[in-house]
């Protein structure tokens, strides 16, 4: 048959299995997005539309990978946690890496005009990612608390910034030269006396990005948040995905005999203390 | 200072360079591409604009990545090559696949309403990766020849049982009992008694997929394919990339000491023989 | 300088390092041992001469390896578990593995006579070895389970089958036979009702192999592990390592204010149960 | 049965095929041997037993794997080259390097008493080892170069050094002053100024290393070697390997239809140059 002189060029596609039963994080990054901000006239020092739209495609990850239990989101980055069972596409490396990745930058590209209907996009955005693998659930936490550390210190640092430029009339150089060296008491400082900000009122979505979660409720009850400090939650259909309806999967018995429903909510909320675990025991179970 | 308790999280992001001076090959594919072709009424067997579509993907890959020189494209799926001295993100392994796989999904969906003005893209459509090493000239060579092998065999099939469907009034389950077992030689004759078709007279783009070169030529002389038997050749000009311009390279002084002039040219030619190769000796140097 | 020139081949060693924080064990097999058993006439079903030499070979590693925590060994294969935060060699994968092999190769080879004065080594005997990482404690636990296991299967089926040939007057061929699809309890009801054989009674180091156990104790406080199962229990200081002297280590403040000795134990008792682990907690933290 | 439930574990063991058609290289690397060597009173700068007994087991290995054609060795590294179609233990990455560094490390103590009659080894030695792939001749070719070129800088370095010592009776620490900073030149004149040496005279097997090659010559017609540079060549008969008969090989019949007869040759000569491998074309091919 034709071809087959040739097939042996397949025996150098080498395995690559990833090790069974560790927390699998995928981590997108926004490739160029300083410039992509700029063409595209992003508001700073957040803008809101960009956010959602990373979010949406969040969500699009979320409902087609149903092992994904978590997501993070700032900036123009978002981390993904799949369970450690998940037995995703056998584990394989490059076939996860490449599917979420490639999934994500559709969504994102296929949802633009949703989330900005007055700006064309001027060219294809693209992202890079990387796998990370965590064998224990502390291990998964304070990944997830480094990255809203992050988030914490960035925007603290934006938001000053952006109010001595925008407000105070410095120019970047300036601002930059104003912070150098500040401790984030300074900041709150700056801009309470100077501007009026009191940064603990700023947005939420702002100060503690965006928690994607697939939550857990049994079939007679709804899921209830009122009593954790999570705020801004939309499911998504306040929110409106492509398309992509609730989840609902059968639990293993030996869990629940009752149906679990599983949804996905978009929180702004803190997740470094022990609360937002302490309620969802599914995520690092 | 906040968050720096938690930053030995990074220390479980591992390096994966690949070997170096190994040629690189990327595939792709497209994920429930049957499916979304049914979605959005491809033509059978082929759809000229889906088609064109991946070229033009590929060919933003190309003007983004200088040291891919070499990309074939058929059906959903698309492989490309980088030299193997390439040194794109120090040949960090998830950086290239992650990246390659994340800007190609995104030309793809951004430049959808080019090709398809009238079908509005209906979801996010996705592509896998993979990575593979060839150390040697002779498997690159083999891995496109087995890639167009394929597309001959695919293709050789799909039009003789769209052919059978369309024309001969067969249901999809007797054109593939009447083609069970058939070699080529039967399914050109009934191509031809049957339906009066000529398969060799069937488009190149069908038989022979896409090849998209980065071609070389000295300033003082343009490149000259005329006496290859490559035709419809489009340069990127004709065929309108996504604002990305020419690529110019000043090449190591060892090769050539006038500069070099490169173009990216969509063929598609036989690139099983040696011809192709031959006239092109910078691909595989 | 002479040499620089070419030392661009190094580039091609690339990086290596195990995932941090998973338990790390080594496994490793005697290359060819059926034929060396032979040829050296190893007494059936169990050698006590060539069990005491791999023995002594694993105290040899873990008196070199300080993060080495415990050993298992059975017939021709070894086991070590180095505790989870180890930092040996910076947990570079090559030079892990092919340091713990060739070391576990030299001793046996070196402690031959030792435990055989009176048969010569007539070849070079080697093993193989391979790097396992495993997450949990769980996991951990099971691995030695599945190896304390095998070597209880092994054993009983060797043994009832040596006794047919050497006391049954059976050939090897009739005693395969003879045992074929027999459970566990005819098999001890041959060994009992034939041969007068008593298999609880067979020595422990035969039916649960070698366990080589790092014991921790404070200094004013000697290890007691009179209440556990174990007997046979050999310091090394009984068995005369290689001149390799009690390992002494200071632990990290947190745990304790008092020094903590440590010692080398060789047990032949159960590490299925919990008992085993559940006295010596710092197997598994 | 017994231990199924814990047979799980083993899916941690994860495949780890090196690329197809690269050449192998694994090189060994003594461990601790600057004490060995004092603790075993060595001669300085060069222990000819101590070279013998590397070179030694170096044939050993190349005995047991006939896909080994070239071994190189100094001082107590050791570097084995597999040819690039090598197909030992399926490329099993931990399998090729644990058990080529085991037999090494076995052969070395196995052999010790052979070259070293009147001193007792006092301890078990060992190597660490790595595995590197190199895709193409000439990066095979300047590895070998490397590693000769550092022969003859670390050689030339430590005659000068010695005879300073020795000779001289400087102190180490005076005769490292002494040659700080000092070029090739300058050492073969304090050679021969002050000592009476000739450096090009010291012998070959101290300037170039120990060469293991695998000769290949029909049967009709006996390897001649004379027309090249390489002296004190000696077959493994001469100078007795551990029990190991000379390979024989059935090539495949594509090369030529005669038998081809291999055999191992340890040689000190240069292998930087052309013609020791243009006289060999089987090594690369």
Chains 1, 2, 3, 4 share one sequence.
């Not at 994080?25 to 926004?30: A, F, Q």
């Not at 900005?116 to 001027?122: A, G, S, V, Y």
């Not at 105070?168 to 501007?195: C, D, N, P, Y």
Request: hydrophobic share 35%.
């Amino acid at each position: 048959m034709a071809g087959t002189k040739y097939a042996y060029v397949k025996k150098f596609e080498l395995p690559d299995p990833l090790l069974p039963e560790t927390y699998i994080v995928v981590r997108l990054d926004g490739h160029g997005f300083h410039r992509l901000s700029q063409d595209h006239d992003f508001t700073k020092p957040n803008d809101e539309r960009a956010l959602q739209l990373m979010d949406h495609a969040a969500r699009d990850i979320m409902n087609e990978f149903k092992e994904v239990v978590l997501a993070f989101g700032e900036s123009d980055e978002y981390s993904f946690l799949f369970r450690k069972s998940a037995a995703v596409y056998n584990r394989r490396h490059a076939k996860i890496l490449s599917t979420i990745t490639s999934l994500f930058t559709s969504s994102y590209v296929f949802n633009w005009a949703r989330y900005f209907p007055e700006t064309r996009l001027l060219y294809p955005p693209s992202f890079d990612g990387r796998v990370i693998l965590y064998p224990s659930s502390q291990e998964v936490r304070d990944y997830f608390s480094w990255r809203q550390a992050d988030t914490h210190i960035n925007n603290l640092y934006n938001t000053t910034f952006w109010a001595l430029v925008q407000q105070g009339g410095e120019t970047t150089t300036q601002a930059h030269a104003t912070l150098r060296g500040t401790v984030s008491k300074t900041k709150h400082e700056i801009l309470f006396s100077r501007f009026g900000i009191n940064y603990n009122k700023v947005s939420e979505r702002y100060r503690k990005g965006s928690i994607v979660v697939r939550e857990e409720s049994s079939e007679e009850q709804d899921v209830s948040l009122n009593d954790d400090q999570c705020t801004n939650r939309l499911t998504e259909s306040d929110d409106g995905a492509s398309g992509v309806k609730e989840g609902r999967m059968n639990q293993p018995k030996a869990r629940d005999t009752r149906k679990i429903k599983t949804s996905i909510s978009v929180l702004h909320c803190d997740i470094i203390g022990k609360e937002f675990w302490d309620t969802r025991p599914w995520l690092l179970e």
